[in-house]
């Protein structure tokens, strides 16, 4: 495991990406404590890459580069990959996912303010309000079932303090808002 390694739970399975510039795709058995190799992604993945299931597919983040927008469904019941719609730019280091039970949501990274909505149905993105601060490596997001949450990430070596950003994600008016700093 390396950089754009990343994991997501079906209810059954844990389902992970390598990163480490490879396209290499596990599934983790919990009751018997196996892993099994399954198809790899249509490309290899790196900085920025992310899962998320929606209850029916997995969709994943390539990220990797200065020029990777490749965005995936993979379908669980016949181990396959199918390309979607790409991103609007490209996706590195602090890439990330969560669901909202309509709509997945994403981080660009790459100490960018980017924030995208996918919309499932129409297979589309839409920019919606920046961050306040610029995401990078450690970019994260979780959704409590009215706001999304994001953690602003740093710049790995980056002299000076550390950024312990944090904010909330207001999904019916689009804003966002500062919250207590993390320690």
Partial sequence: M????????????????????????????????????????GASVKAGAALIFNGTYIYALQGNSATARGFWRYQIASDTWTA???????????????????????????????????????DNWTALNQTPEGVNAGGALTYDGTYIYALAGDSPGKPGPVKRKFWRYDIA???????????
Avoid: C
């Fill in 2 to 41: 390396e950089e754009g390694g990343a994991l997501t739970f079906d209810g059954t399975y844990i389902y992970a990406l390598q990163g480490d510039n490879t396209a290499n795709f596990w599934r983790y058995d919990i009751a018997s404590d196996i892993w099994t190799a399954m198809n790899q992604t």
């Fill in 84 to 122: 979607m719609n790409q991103t609007p730019s490209n996706v590195n280091a602090g890439g990330a996912l969560v669901y909202d039970g309509t709509y997945i949501y994403a981080l660009r990274g790459s100490n960018q303010y980017d924030f995208w909505r996918y919309d499932i149905a129409s």
């Fill in 173 to 183: 008016n689009d804003t966002w808002i500062s919250r207590a700093d993390t320690l």
